[in-house]
């Protein structure tokens, strides 16, 4: 196993935003009206840098094969590089030790490999899990199952019509029953971003876990998993840089080895006879199967791509994109922006209505723009509901978005507008 | 938006006209089926009533929200079956159906409107919303009404 103290250092980059737009070779495309590609759905999925791509090719290309079964060099080889992997995303999280990282496909499969390997062991009928109304689908589905199979009780933080969380109502929720809270860091519809500090302070004072949903924050912002004093933390690489498929489950070392296994299989075991087997040690536990090394190290890649910007500059960048957003939408003729309305308490998301148009229109018409934004229900169908809208149109911003980019959706919405010239 | 010709071809004037004013949307009906469609992952919803008299459809009705193209495609299908017999009105579907596979308008009495939509062929994403009220008039149709779905689960 690597250790996190023999990780080579990553040198720091100035944040210099045309030498990172090279690195992006796709923001040069053309869509297909022939207008340049503006890339505003990194909420749904990031681009990749040469960088990431160039890693999963050298390591199919130089290294590859299966881990931690050969004694032959290219098995050595990937398994060193799959370790340093898991090395590298432990310090970008300030996590102490590698083996609190698990690898994943997903945001979605960590979320569901805690309901499943700590909270169907551990939860009985009337326990209670708490979580938000601005939650992605992906932290809501699996305690509804559980909460069905198990009779533990599901309850809800609400949303406050400016897309924050009702913090008065958190003391009444999260009660002595209450044995995990798990929450969003930031909500991939609003941008809300989540005052962690005060659900951790009352989850802590009646002895319930935190599982944060960081796919929207760990791509965005500095996350320290011991400042954040947190149990579990969940998030995707596909939105910060590496590819799809591989995805962080992040626990405290002492609640994952008293968990059960996620999937049998191989790679999980210490021994299997005919009649029975025991499990290997952390993470391994957790990670039955072939495991998917080659996006698991280009993941490795992103994140010193990431590290080497600096994630309080990537967090200064986006910041700015979005107040510079929060203020060009504001004067486009008929849009209403949903959430926060400082950029100091949101994300790289603006969701937004332009009325008379449904979103889908606005998508559409956009697109022959060249500009790529989200429309619909994100996944956080709660969250529209509480707003009593069907769907929105989403901007969201990264790395290499630009003013200019800000100023084509704007332009591009003052277009809709004139060309469907609808009074509600 | 003249230098945009693909998106012409999807949003011709005559459909922007039944999206600003909507045919037979919230009749005043009393309806003998119904039926309710919807795209959940768009957020488009159709209601489609239709008031059947031996075999003829008298009157119907439609309501919802969505995006322009499947609300205006719900009120193109309205007028079309209007004082059509439930068979022709189903064999509008078939024909709709087809040219959204096709992207060849056909060959109907009374379709030259509903052509209008032929461009939506080209748009993928688009199909399912233009289809949503057609699909829900055939479930209105089909004995027992109910609810259906033009999406494919994909997001």
């Not at chain 1, 390997?117 to 559980?146: C, T, Y």
Request: glycine letters at 8%; proline letters at 4%.
């Amino acid at each position: 196993m690597t250790s996190i103290a023999g990780l080579p250092r990553v040198e720091h980059l100035p944040y210099d935003i045309a030498r990172i737009r090279r690195d992006f070779p796709i923001l040069k495309r053309e869509v297909a009206s022939g207008a340049q590609l503006v890339y505003l759905d990194n909420a749904a999925t990031s681009q990749r840098p040469v960088q990431v791509l160039a890693e999963i090719t050298r390591f199919y290309r130089d290294h590859n094969a299966n881990i931690h079964r050969g004694v032959h060099t290219l098995s050595v080889e990937a398994t060193e590089l799959y370790e340093q992997a898991r090395a590298k995303v432990a310090r970008f999280i300030g996590a102490s030790d590698p083996r609190e990282i698990i690898f994943t496909r997903n945001t979605t499969e960590a979320i569901n490999l805690v309901a499943h390997s700590w909270a169907r062991k551990f939860l009985k009928a009337g326990d209670e899990v708490v979580v938000s109304e601005i939650e992605h689908h992906s932290n809501i589905v699996p305690w509804q199952m559980l909460r069905d199979e198990r009779g533990i009780v599901l309850k809800y933080i609400p949303m406050l019509p400016d897309g924050t969380l009702d913090l008065d109502a958190v003391q009444s929720i999260i009660t002595e029953r209450t044995r995990l809270v798990a929450i969003t860091a930031m909500s991939n519809a609003l941008g809300t971003i989540v005052p962690l500090d005060v659900i951790v302070a009352r989850a802590k004072a009646v002895g319930a876990l935190v599982l944060v949903d960081g796919a929207q924050s760990v791509p965005h912002m500095p996350v320290d998993v011991q400042a954040l004093d947190v149990d579990f933390l969940a998030f995707s690489g596909h939105k910060m840089l590496a590819p799809f498929g591989i995805g962080v489950l992040w626990g405290r070392m002492a609640l994952l080895e008293s968990m059960d296994p996620f999937m049998g299989g191989g790679d999980m075991i210490l021994t299997v006879s005919m009649e029975q087997s025991t499990w290997a040690d952390v993470p391994a536990k957790f990670e039955a199967g072939t495991p998917n090394v080659g996006d698991a190290v280009a993941l490795g890649a992103a994140v010193d791509y990431l590290s080497a910007l600096g994630m309080d500059e990537v967090r200064r960048h986006e910041r700015e994109i979005t107040d510079y957003a929060l203020r060009r939408l504001a004067d486009v003729p008929g849009v209403s922006i949903f959430g926060v309305p400082d950029a100091e308490h949101r994300g790289g998301v603006v969701s937004f209505e332009l009325e008379g148009v449904h979103p889908h229109d606005i998508g559409q018409v956009l697109d022959t723009k060249g500009v790529a934004i989200r429309t619909g229900h994100h996944c956080a169908q709660p969250v529209m509901l509480a707003l009593n809208v069907p769907a929105t149109a989403r901007a969201s911003f990264y790395i290499y978005n630009t003013t200019a980019e800000v100023d084509a959706l704007a332009s591009g919405l003052e277009e809709v507008g004139r060309f469907f010239g609808v009074r509600k | 938006m003249a230098e945009s010709g693909l998106l012409e071809d999807l949003y011709r004037e005559i459909i922007l006209d039944h999206y600003r004013q909507p045919r037979n949307r919230n009749a005043t009906i009393e309806p003998t089926c119904s039926a309710d469609g919807a795209n959940p992952l768009c957020g488009d919803q159709v209601r489609v009533d239709v008031a059947l008299v031996d075999g003829v459809i008298e009157a119907i009705s439609f309501s919802g929200q969505g995006c322009s193209i499947s609300q205006a495609s719900a009120s193109m299908m309205t007028e079309y079956v209007k004082g059509r017999t439930v068979a022709e009105a189903l064999q509008g579907v078939d024909a709709f159906q087809q040219m959204m596979l096709t992207g060849e308008a056909p060959d109907l009495e009374g379709f030259d409107d509903i052509a209008s939509l032929v461009g939506v062929a080209k748009f993928a994403a688009r199909v399912k919303c233009a289809s949503l009220g057609w699909k829900t008039l055939a479930q209105a149709l089909a004995e027992g009404g109910g609810t259906v779905t033009t999406d494919d689960g994909s997001r």
